[in-house]
């Protein structure tokens, strides 16, 4: 299933020595909306295709369905922070064609394999569209998704409580391969989805803390199993097979997990606030300042020391051994460190920074500016600017790291208004 990367050196390429990379000038927002267009178009005419059952992108085998729901996050957030909507109607097609029958993001075509997490990253396109209020294919419809997703995965909770004293499993199918596995993609991805409902309806809960409380539910329980540690790492998962029970924890740190508990926080610093849960809130911050050290610790500090503050995947940039899926983990990264820069000031210029060291070496990254369609590298610390390497994670990854410095463009997160 792993897809090796083949790095391509400048000897078999020689014209790199002489193609355009993007400019950015981080600093200047004018030449960062230029740099995120120019990305988020190439993605478009490199990988939109309406027709594909892969999540309307097309990718290389093994096609990850999960992916195309993070493309179209990423360019629901795009629409928004450059006021452009070239790509608005291809977007809302998607999540309209990917909603599925029981509008819960499980169409049929994905059946079978689905799991939580996957299910986890297209809602988070509904999520983004309701807080951002883009138009709605039927009126109510991505609260109506997000109440959906929410019930699943409190019912498979329930169902998967025998083992480890709580948690999701990652897939919610018993048929599939992982069916035996709890992890932090899936409880961060539950965990968030509560926060950022909690957030979003506290005004007109009329005191109803469902939400809030499996937030809680979740935190605790990733914390009490190790999976998010006391230093605020975030390991990977556990197995739950035969009598395993989550005893060993699988250790690797991926960006995605840390990025996705951190913006679960972050809407619970943000929530707690507005119901003024003083106390409470506080704690979030704690956490919140946590994992974004963590995130600095982990993920910022690529091999040699010659690229300080530059974001990199720990665990396979340095091998050149990341999957088709896996290049794209520093776009969940990047996208959450911004959002969560908004909703927790404490952490806002910490997070820029982080931002803007990586965003202009991403640009770097990015061959051919001249061209029209760009290609964005993986190794952003590579000193010859384009590794070699494109693919559609990478564009991913190069466009959310770019286009995040923009995030205080965005208007404040919607709230749901109370009845009258
Ligand atoms: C999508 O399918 C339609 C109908 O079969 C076809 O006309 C069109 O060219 C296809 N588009 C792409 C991008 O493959
Ligand atoms: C499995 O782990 C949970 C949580 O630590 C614990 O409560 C439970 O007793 C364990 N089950 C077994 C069979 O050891
Ligand atoms: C509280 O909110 C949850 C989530 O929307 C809902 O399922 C539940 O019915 C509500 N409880 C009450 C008492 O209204
Ligand atoms: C990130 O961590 C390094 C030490 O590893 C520290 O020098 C740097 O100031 C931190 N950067 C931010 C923005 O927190």
Not at 10 to 38: G, K, M
Request: glycine fraction near 8%; charge should be negative; aromatic fraction near 12%.
């Amino acid at each position: 299933m792993a897809r090796r990367l083949t790095l391509v050196t400048a000897s078999v390429l020689p014209f790199l020595s002489f193609s355009t990379a993007l400019s950015l000038d981080t600093t200047n927002p004018v030449t960062i909306t230029q740099a995120a267009t120019s990305i988020a178009n190439s993605l478009m005419t490199t990988y939109h295709n309406p027709n594909s059952t892969a999540g309307d992108f097309n990718q290389p085998q093994p096609w990850f369905w999960w992916l195309s729901g993070s493309g179209w996050t990423a360019l629901l957030d795009y629409t928004v922070y450059t006021a452009d909507t070239t790509h608005k109607p291809a977007l809302l097609a998607a999540l309209a064609e990917n909603l599925g029958p029981n509008l819960d993001f499980a169409p049929a075509e994905q059946a079978s394999w689905e799991a939580n997490d996957d299910q986890a990253y297209w809602l988070y396109g509904a999520l983004t569209a309701l807080e951002y209020g883009f138009d709605e294919p039927t009126p109510g419809v991505w609260l109506a998704a997000a109440n959906n997703v929410f019930s699943k995965f409190v019912a498979r909770w329930a169902a998967d409580a025998a083992t480890c004293g709580g948690g999701l499993k990652w897939q919610f199918d018993p048929a599939a391969n992982g069916f035996f596995y709890k992890n932090s993609v899936t409880n961060g991805g539950f965990f968030q989805t509560a926060a950022r409902l909690a957030r979003y309806s506290a005004a007109a809960a009329g005191g109803n803390t469902t939400y809030a409380d499996w937030a809680r539910t979740v935190w605790d329980w990733s914390t009490g199993a190790g999976f998010v540690a006391a230093d605020y790492s975030v390991y990977d998962g556990a197995s739950d097979e035969g009598t395993d029970n989550c005893t060993t924890i699988n250790g690797i740190q991926w960006s995605y997990n840390v990025a996705t508990y951190l913006h679960g926080a972050a809407n619970m610093y943000a929530y707690t606030g507005a119901v003024g849960l003083v106390d409470e809130q506080a704690v979030w911050a704690t956490r919140v300042q946590g994992l974004v050290d963590a995130a600095n610790r982990t993920f910022f500090s690529p091999p040699d020391g010659s690229a300080p503050g530059v974001m990199y995947e720990q665990f396979c940039e340095p091998t050149a051994s990341c999957t088709i899926d896996q290049t794209s983990f520093k776009s969940s990264l990047s996208r959450w460190l911004g959002k969560t820069a908004i909703l927790v000031p404490g952490v806002k210029d910490q997070i820029m920074s982080l931002l803007a060291t990586s965003a202009g070496r991403a640009a770097g990254s990015c061959t051919d500016a001249a061209s029209g369609a760009v290609s964005c590298g993986m190794k952003w610390w590579a000193p010859e600017g384009f590794d070699g390497y494109t693919d559609f994670g990478s564009m991913l990854s190069a466009l959310e790291v770019v286009q995040s410095l923009l995030v205080g463009n965005a208007p404040a997160l919607a709230t749901l208004t109370p009845a009258a």
